[in-house]
């Protein structure tokens, strides 16, 4: 029901669901643009020459054939000559395909299989929750149902399945063992007077005198205060030594879809690890054949044992990161030839390079903005910029589940801050007109500007951002827009172009539009893409543009 964006000539449009008001009445233009853009669609219907025509009309012919007769006088849902005209459903789907493969066999492009795959992935995100947000209900139409929400925006992201009782409960328990396990051994250590972690009068004593405590005041640890709260000590010392196993395993191949994690040990109870090595290590024949004769056991090429897993904690998402020798290898080695591996300055003084720039010019104009700034680490981009944009007198209103970059910079920038729960735009725009209407805290004078910022893809929870809603509120109550694409550019759209791509947004309605090259793209650092004057802006007075250390060149290219 909205009218179409200047950023939809770019991208392929979602497929249109049928509601059930619909005649049964389809139209070949419909059908194509369906799978097509605007621009891509009439071209393509244009150019249709006398074998397609031929093909969709005997593709006409045979759904009315094979469908049932209508009452004498009637009008028929299919149109049975050889011109393309109303279609129906059926015939609609097929035309599309007919016509979409027409149409990137004229043009060649590379991308075509991508960008479908992309599509299909998109819309059964989108059918999937639609279902389990209408699967409680009673209603016969629920397909109606999921087609009406199809269409409205932000109703397609339903909620998460909840974790079942089993699982939760089974977590804890681990957990309650484990603490209760702790203070137990912290009360014995207590009345026994001694433990691992227990400094008593006598064992200091004895350290005084074999000399590892010395005789100057600095040398008594009692005249420090702790450096950790008690519970983060507790959970040092009664938990993480017991489950430190599970974190922190070092692996031995690229970040690809099945890793090869090198197999550790502990001699001591788990205070100390340390990498298992080849299995001839092990004196205990027994736990060398457990290793031999387990399901996933390898060994890399100079014998270290291995195990192999399932990666699920990479942020490789288009799979450059384990493929980059095929990729780039040949720029990445030429550039360690002729460039340095570090420029070893900041922005600001010798830390700009031709490719630096290049960079720049080719993120601002993939995201569809004037201008764009690199910086050498994604989360202090979000760290550095915020503070840069917003200062005292302003006001940033936040999602709920933001990421940890973005509360550390819009706690460092001074501003006030405002939180609306989590994708609900709804909330939001009660947010902002409470803070408009009653203004700054004491003085009540208006706000000199208010930043929301939400992000693409929540890292945590895995959902995408109802941005087109978030737009249209910011949009009408005059706040900016700031948008976290770490996690969503390259990884959502037709061609990668992120949230905006996938949600119909058109970038210029986006004010601030920052990513990273971690993710989908295998690199390091981070970018800050909007209009010429703000980036000009951000090279001189943003802390990670002017004091941190340059993106690496090598990384550049």
Request: proline share 4%.
């Amino acid at each position: 029901g909205r009218s179409k964006t200047p950023c939809e000539t770019t991208m392929v449009l979602q497929p249109r669901m049928p509601s059930s008001s619909s005649s049964g009445e389809y139209s070949n233009d419909n059908a194509t643009k369906k799978y097509l853009s605007p621009a891509a669609a009439s071209t393509l219907i244009s150019s249709f020459d006398e074998d397609d025509e031929k093909m969709i009309g005997e593709l006409d012919s045979t759904v009315a054939s094979s469908a049932p007769s209508s009452p004498k006088g009637s009008v028929s849902t299919a149109s049975s000559s050889s011109s393309p005209g109303d279609l129906s459903a059926a015939l609609e789907q097929r035309l599309a395909a007919v016509a979409t493969t027409a149409y990137y066999e004229k043009h060649e492009d590379p991308y075509a299989d991508v960008r479908e795959r992309m599509e299909a992935l998109s819309l059964r995100d989108k059918l999937r929750f639609a279902y389990h947000n209408t699967a409680a209900t009673d209603s016969d139409n629920q397909d109606d149902k999921i087609a009406a929400m199809m269409m409205e925006p932000g109703k397609a992201c339903g909620p998460h399945q909840d974790i079942t009782v089993f699982a939760a409960i089974t977590t804890y328990l681990g957990y309650i063992v484990l603490i209760v396990t702790g203070h137990i051994r912290d009360v014995c250590a207590n009345i026994f007077r001694k433990g691992r972690y227990f400094r008593s009068a006598q064992k200091k004593k004895q350290q005084q005198i074999n000399n590892s405590v010395g005789n100057y005041p600095s040398d008594d640890f009692t005249k420090y205060s702790p450096l950790l709260k008690s519970w983060e000590n507790f959970y040092t010392r009664r938990l993480y030594h017991r489950i430190q196993d599970c974190f922190n395993r070092p692996i031995a191949s690229r970040p690809c879809a099945i890793i090869s994690v090198l197999e550790r040990v502990s001699f001591d109870g788990n205070k100390t690890m340390s990498i298992l090595g080849k299995l001839s290590n092990l004196q205990n024949a027994s736990r060398q054949l457990s290793y031999e004769n387990g399901e996933h056991y390898d060994e890399t090429s100079d014998g270290r044992v291995v195990r192999k897993c399932l990666n699920l904690g990479s942020y490789n998402y288009l799979g450059f990161a384990d493929d980059w020798d095929i990729t780039c290898r040949e720029g990445v080695t030429q550039s360690l030839i002729n460039l340095p591996s570090s420029v070893g300055s900041s922005r600001l003084e010798y830390g700009t390079t031709s490719l630096h720039r290049s960079v720049e010019r080719i993120v601002a104009s993939f995201v569809g903005k004037e201008d764009a700034v690199v910086l050498n680490m994604g989360f202090n981009t979000n760290a550095t910029i915020i503070p840069t944009l917003t200062s005292g007198g302003d006001l940033i209103v936040s999602d709920e589940l933001n990421h940890t970059s973005i509360v550390n910079g819009a706690r460092a920038s001074g501003a006030a801050i405002r939180t609306f729960r989590h994708n609900d735009s709804a909330d939001l725009e009660l947010t902002l007109r409470e803070a408009i209407v009653y203004g700054q805290p004491r003085t009540r004078r208006p706000w000199n500007r208010i930043l929301v910022v939400v992000e693409g893809i929540y890292s945590m929870e895995g959902e995408y951002c109802d941005l087109r809603n978030i737009v249209s509120v910011s949009k009408k109550y005059g706040a900016y827009v700031y948008l976290d694409e770490a996690h969503s550019i390259g990884a959502m759209g037709p061609s990668g172009r992120g949230c905006c791509e996938y949600t119909g947004v058109d970038p210029s309605e986006v004010d601030v539009l920052m990513g990273t090259f971690t993710k989908s793209f295998g690199g390091m650092g981070g970018y800050v893409a909007a209009d010429k004057r703000v980036i000009d802006m951000l090279r001189k007075e943003c802390a990670g543009s002017a004091y941190h250390n340059s993106l690496s060149p090598v990384v550049c290219q």
